[in-house]
């Protein structure tokens, strides 16, 4: 608060000081006799103006430190201390109060997260036994039901074990630090195994994929960078048509890598092109029935390349297809002057 302020909200006291100098001003007006007083009343006024600023100005500055504990930045976040008068101490016992109130919530807010995270996890874990078996069991029937059947089941559990595996990543983005490990690694034995895994959709939908032939080296954690390029594949396969193309391309430039996944497929419109990564927004194409999206794919790739340090960024033409890129920057530790 502003010693301004300050003085604007004691107008009332201001006032009332006016009117009882105002109604001395009368009194000795009609006092007969008095003679040469007037010069000694405005003496009076001037010496109570400069006196009653300078107590203003005295209690304002004693009060300014207790006001400064409710600042903005700091509201509800720490207990109010050092209160001197009744009205002060009023107001810490009901702030006091508030702020208590506000950390017993905050706890217990934190207290259910962590068990829902918990039995999350444990979830996933466990969900994990049966899709094996399942997956065990759809292997040893394979040759006794209809292979249009058995690929259409095939592509059902592993489209169950992609979901299972995007609620695991996404519980633990908020404990991203305490579960990555930034070595160096070749790009292609990060991807290589996630082309391996989506074999089943590039057969059945009869797509062609170019693979580079060169490699690169990039600083990383293989697991979360695999993670990221699975949605980028997935989503490339997803909504590229039938006999379609889908092109990885590595580049090693001065200051980084760049992996690029190209696809022929719809493309992205315009308005929704800026949005993509947006957590839960699935834009015109994700809202068909046949590519149904959850909206969390590219959320959860942007937000751990950005933990990583890898720029993820998206370019796209609707009816000529997608170019997914993430870059990988080169860490330097240090800058040789030339």
Do not use: C
Request: net charge negative; charged share 25%; hydrophobic share 40%.
């Amino acid at each position: 608060m502003t010693f301004l302020n300050y003085l604007r909200d004691r107008v009332p006291i201001l006032i009332g000081w006016l009117l009882l100098d105002a109604l001395l001003v009368f009194m000795v007006w009609l006092t007969p006799g008095l003679t040469h007083f007037w010069d000694n009343l405005a003496y009076l006024f001037l010496l109570q103006l400069v006196l009653i600023f300078l107590l203003l100005a005295l209690y304002y500055f004693r009060k300014k430190e207790w006001l400064t504990q409710f600042r903005q930045d700091t509201s509800l976040q720490q207990f109010v201390k050092k209160g001197q008068t009744h009205e002060e101490r009023a107001i810490e016992h009901y702030v006091n109060q508030q702020v208590l109130e506000h950390r017993q919530t905050m706890q217990q807010v934190i207290d259910q997260q962590k068990d829902q995270k918990e039995y999350i996890d444990s979830w996933i874990h466990e969900i994990k036994v049966p899709l094996a078996a399942v997956d065990l069991i759809l292997r040893s029937i394979e040759f006794d039901v209809p292979d249009e059947k058995y690929l259409l089941l095939q592509d059902e559990v592993q489209r169950i074990d992609e979901y299972v595996e995007q609620v695991l990543y996404y519980s633990r983005a908020d404990e991203f630090v305490n579960d990555y490990l930034i070595q160096e690694y070749s790009l292609k034995a990060i991807i290589q195994p996630v082309i391996a895994s989506q074999a089943n959709y590039f057969i059945q939908k009869k797509l062609q994929l170019t693979i580079p032939e060169n490699d690169a080296r990039v600083l990383t954690d293989s697991k979360w960078i695999a993670f990221v390029f699975r949605q980028l594949l997935s989503n490339a396969i997803k909504y590229t048509p039938a006999n379609g193309t889908i092109m990885l391309m590595i580049t090693e430039k001065n200051d980084g890598v760049l992996l690029q996944v190209a696809d022929h497929g719809i493309g992205i419109p315009p308005e929704d092109l800026g949005r993509i990564f947006d957590k839960g927004f699935t834009g015109e194409n994700g809202r068909s029935a046949e590519k149904h999206s959850t909206g969390l794919g590219l959320y959860l790739a942007k937000q751990l390349t950005e933990k990583l340090g890898v720029t993820l960024t998206a370019e796209s033409e609707v009816g000529h297809g997608t170019t997914m890129k993430l870059f990988f920057p080169t860490l330097r530790y240090y800058h040789e002057k030339r």
